[in-house]
């Protein structure tokens, strides 16, 4: 199983980035797609999650209009589009996969939001 994130780095605040996760080694159209992020000194959060069926989202609520997460199953990759960055964004962001009893996390990619 392996989970690689992609798109982190230093934006300005009010920038935009996108990461993506691409997945391998399981059957990624049946497991809800997630990101966390964790912060200096910080528990790791959810900041957003997709199912599997339908596609519902939802979004801690300081990400809530600004973070957008999508999965295409097609290509076994979920996304998330972050727009109007502001420096508390500023973590390391990991791509979990999830369907009982399975749990695979990504290795990260850092996200740093300067002013």
């Known amino acids: 199983v392996v989970l690689v994130e992609s798109g982190g780095g230093l934006v300005h605040v009010g920038g935009s980035l996108r990461l993506s996760c691409s997945a391998a080694?399981?059957?990624?159209?049946?497991?809800?797609m997630s990101w966390y992020r964790q912060a200096p000194g910080k528990a790791r959060e959810l900041v957003a999650a997709?199912?599997?069926?339908?596609?519902?989202?939802t979004y801690t609520d300081s990400v809530k209009g600004r973070f957008t997460i999508r999965r295409d199953n097609a290509k076994n990759t979920v996304y998330l589009q972050m727009n109007s960055l502001k420096t508390e964004d500023t973590a390391v962001y990991y791509c979990?996969?999830?369907?009982?009893?399975?749990?695979?996390w990504g290795q990260g990619t850092q996200v740093t939001v300067s002013s």
């Open positions: 979990n996969a999830r369907r009982r009893p399975y749990d695979y």
């Open positions: 080694g399981f059957t990624f159209s049946t497991f809800g």
């Open positions: 997709i199912t599997t069926v339908g596609g519902v989202t």
